[in-house]
């Protein structure tokens, strides 16, 4: 079973940054791809960022320029970094990752982001 721990979520005003990180249980080289979903209140679960077993990245527009994913084979583990933070990023966070085609199977229990203005 694969378990996902995301951490760093946290209160931050506008502007500022915050970093995520994401540790699995088994090395990340056993996933086709790993990202980063966010869900806001009342909203549906989005992917923010993504990146694939060979290191490519994609990004939502909303978060271009301002996040970036990025990982440590060594550590097993995936991160975010964000900055510019805006009030409308407050969601709850989540690691996923995948060893499937088109869905992500593997989900963290999430972490909370809260932007004040």
């Known amino acids: 079973q694969v378990q996902l721990v995301e951490s760093g979520g946290g209160l931050v005003q506008a502007g500022g940054s915050l970093r995520l990180s994401c540790a699995a249980s088994?090395?990340?080289?056993?996933?086709?791809?790993m990202a980063w979903h966010r869900q806001a209140p009342g909203k549906e679960r989005e992917l923010v960022a993504d990146?694939?077993?060979?290191?490519?990245?994609n990004y939502a527009d909303s978060v271009k320029g301002r996040f970036t994913i990025s990982r440590s084979t060594a550590k097993n583990q995936v991160y975010l970094q964000m900055s510019s933070l805006k009030p409308e990023d407050t969601a709850v966070y989540y690691c996923?990752?995948?060893?499937?085609?088109?869905?992500?199977?593997?989900w963290g229990q999430g972490t909370q982001v809260t932007v004040s203005s």
């Open positions: 088994r090395s990340i080289f056993n996933f086709n791809g």
């Open positions: 990146i694939t077993s060979g290191g490519t990245t």
């Open positions: 996923a990752a995948t060893t499937i085609r088109g869905a992500y199977n593997y």
